[in-house]
């Protein structure tokens, strides 16, 4: 135990007797691996960087910055030897002109049509969660490309770099289905390689959301049970007082009734998702295979792996509908 003197300003530090409290997240299970074994140290992300990379030349990165990046993924970040790529957010169009619409597609055609693209393809959106997924071939893979110290199949994460499944067993089997159906897909062949890693989303979106669904909507089932119950009670102690309240207290009734509804209706929907047979993988694009960067290959060439992708295995994996638009045709 340390605590820091004052004024003297001093530390003093005495072994503790005992620990009082778990730790909510354990520092020796962060990373689930020993510091010897681990290929980062904070001296290698803090500070002023500059980073040279064969797709956008050197990225300079000022102190404020990686010290805010190592901020928000220092507290539950994977294993970093896995970190290949962090997914962006989606830009948004600008605010439409059109009467009643906050965005309307047209706003993103002008913005390439501005900027000199006339080739765009709209794809579909999926009500789901980004995910990077890397999947290897089989587990010895990951000892000997990524030099972890265990074999495994692979990892799915979030955009901050953070484990998208809570439940390993879920995300092993995730993991097998997908694999099966990569080698359903010839996608190794193809690539020559025995990883890849994948942009995609994962479906349903309450899936990972559903702590945030529960923190913003519960409570206003809550409130309204709680209010209304009061009120209820209050117009029927009126009119065992003899106060002309029947009618407001079978008003009250009535509406508690939809609350009721409310709260069924989310407790379902929270229920949604939580077994693999449920979750789709909406995949996007094809990120890396062994030796090779694909972010630059031309956009048919992702979708048509893609599609061979999802139509290897329709029930887990969900093709992304797209248009072609030509501006010489507008």
């Known amino acids: 135990m340390t605590a820091l003197r004052y004024p003297e300003l001093e530390l003093v530090s005495v072994p503790a007797l005992r620990e009082y409290v778990d730790p909510i997240k354990p520092l020796g299970k962060t990373l689930d691996v020993k510091r010897a074994e681990a290929p980062l140290a904070v001296s290698d992300v803090l500070g002023k960087r500059s980073i040279e990379t064969r797709l956008h030349h050197s990225i300079n990165l000022q102190a404020e910055q990686t010290s805010a990046a190592l901020a928000t993924t220092m507290s ?42 006339d080739k765009v393809i709209g794809e579909e959106k999926h009500m789901g969660s980004r995910c990077t997924v890397i999947l290897c071939r089989e587990p010895s893979v990951a000892c000997r490309r990524f030099d972890l110290p265990q074999p495994s199949l692979g990892a799915v994460y979030t955009r901050t770099g953070r484990r998208f499944f809570t439940d390993d067993s879920l995300e092993s089997s995730f993991l097998e289905k997908l694999r099966e ?33 529960k923190s913003q909507f519960a409570p206003t089932g809550l409130a309204g049970e709680i209010s209304l119950k009061k009120a209820f009670d209050a117009a029927v102690e009126l009119s065992e007082r003899g106060v002309a309240s029947e009618s407001l207290a079978f008003l009250l009734a009535e509406r508690r009734t939809p609350v009721k509804k409310y709260q069924r209706a989310l407790v379902t929907h929270c229920e949604r998702g939580r077994e693999l047979a449920e979750l789709r993988f909406a995949p996007f694009q094809i990120l890396a295979s062994e030796g ?19 139509q290897a295995a329709p029930e887990l994996c969900q093709a992304t509908a797209f248009l072609n638009l030509d501006g010489h045709d507008s």
């Open 292 to 310: 090779a960067s694909h972010v630059l290959q031309p956009r048919d060439w992702q979708m048509r792996l893609t599609s061979q992708l999802c």
């Open 181 to 213: 159906a990569v080698d359903g897909s010839n996608l190794w062949d193809e690539l020559k390689s025995d990883g890849i890693c994948l942009d995609g989303e994962l479906l349903p979106w309450l899936f990972k959301a559903e702590g945030l669904v």
């Open 76 to 117: 539950s970040l994977i294993d970093p030897r896995w970190l290949m790529f962090l997914a962006p957010t989606m830009s948004p169009v600008d605010t439409s002109d059109e009467p009643g619409l906050l965005e309307h597609p047209l706003a993103a055609w002008q913005y390439y049509a501005k900027n000199g693209v």
